[in-house]
């Protein structure tokens, strides 16, 4: 699909992967929908991007119903990119059952919802694109990070499962997986180093990939050098021994830092 002339709905448009995506689209001449909880935020990154018709709908997606009426306020998409995403890292014993169902409804539940009420207009015209923004993690597992990691292994399966049913439609369905990324957004806010030797890529990457994903119609971008692509497809492989290896003292040293690096306020 060209992106020039189409109008995407793009959520955690606030967040610093969320505002490389919206330049790179705007950049590809569509207009846009912005989403994400601060609205001053979103009002000064829609005055700020290329091109023109873009409009802010504020939502807070943790909250009941909340992204069935995004959906239904942001009428009809031709691209809908699920980017919002909470950390959620931490030992599971610290967080409250309030934490969990929140992790799981805004990076797993919302992106599910919105994409069931949006497809349907998108397969009468036959066609659109669902983009879900999942992560490395959603194929390795890591200490302090079993929250995540169960939404993000969750929206890869839902994300590929869909592509199955909508792709014979006309709808595409991809998915963009980032590793650590540096400069901005949630690794970067936390102030951890990535292991040694792995690497980081850059937010514009991430926005780069969600346009490739759309106009190539890709399955999967992975964001991140290749090392770390290779560990990721080798957890996904043989789960147990890159748990094992994980679970030593260098993964659990990177893995504290990240959850520590992040406050109360992003469970
Ligand atoms: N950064 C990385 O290294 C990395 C790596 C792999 C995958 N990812 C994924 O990339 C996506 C974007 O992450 P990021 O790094 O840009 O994180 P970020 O800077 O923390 O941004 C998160 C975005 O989600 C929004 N959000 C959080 N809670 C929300 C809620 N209850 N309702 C609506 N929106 C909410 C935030 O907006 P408001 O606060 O304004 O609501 C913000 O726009 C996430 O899905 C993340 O899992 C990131």
Redesign the pocket.
């Given at each position: 699909m060209e992106l020039a002339g189409r109008k995407a709905l793009l959520?955690?448009?606030?967040?610093?992967?969320?505002?490389a995506i919206a330049l790179a689209l705007a950049a590809g001449g569509a207009s846009l929908a912005l989403?994400?909880?601060?609205a001053e935020?979103?009002e000064s990154l829609a005055a700020e991007l290329p091109g023109d018709g873009h409009r802010v709908l504020p939502?807070?997606?943790?909250?009941p119903g909340?992204a069935e009426q995004l959906a239904a306020d942001a009428g009809e998409v031709d691209v809908f990119v699920?980017?919002?995403?909470?950390?959620g890292a931490g030992w599971l014993g610290d967080f409250t059952p309030d934490q969990v169902t929140?992790a799981l409804?805004?990076?797993l539940e919302?992106p599910m919802l919105m994409a069931r009420a949006l497809f349907p207009a998108m397969v009468e015209r036959g066609s659109g694109h669902l983009v879900f923004?999942?992560?490395?993690?959603g194929k390795a597992a890591s200490p302090r990070t079993s929250i995540?990691n169960a939404?993000?292994f969750g929206l890869r399966g839902f994300a590929l499962g869909l592509r199955a049913d909508l792709g014979p439609k006309g709808v595409g369905v991809s998915l963009v997986?980032?590793?650590?990324?540096?400069e901005?957004?949630?690794?970067?806010?936390s102030g951890a180093k990535p292991p040694p030797g792995l690497g980081?890529?850059r937010?514009e990457q991430?926005g780069d990939a969600v346009v490739t994903a759309i106009e190539r119609d890709k399955v999967e971008v992975a964001?991140a050098p290749l090392r770390q692509r290779a560990l990721a497809h080798f957890g996904l492989a043989s789960p147990g021994i890159a748990v094992r290896v994980q679970s030593g003292a260098a993964g659990q040293k990177a893995a504290a830092e990240v959850a520590s690096g992040h406050s109360e306020d992003?469970r």
């Open positions: 959520t955690g448009a606030t967040g610093g992967l969320g505002r989403s994400a909880r601060r935020a979103l939502a807070d997606l943790a909250e909340a699920a980017n919002a995403g909470l950390p929140r409804r805004v990076n919302a923004v999942a992560s490395l993690a995540y939404t993000k997986s980032p590793g650590f990324i540096r901005a957004g949630m690794f970067a806010d980081t890529g937010p991430v964001v992003k």
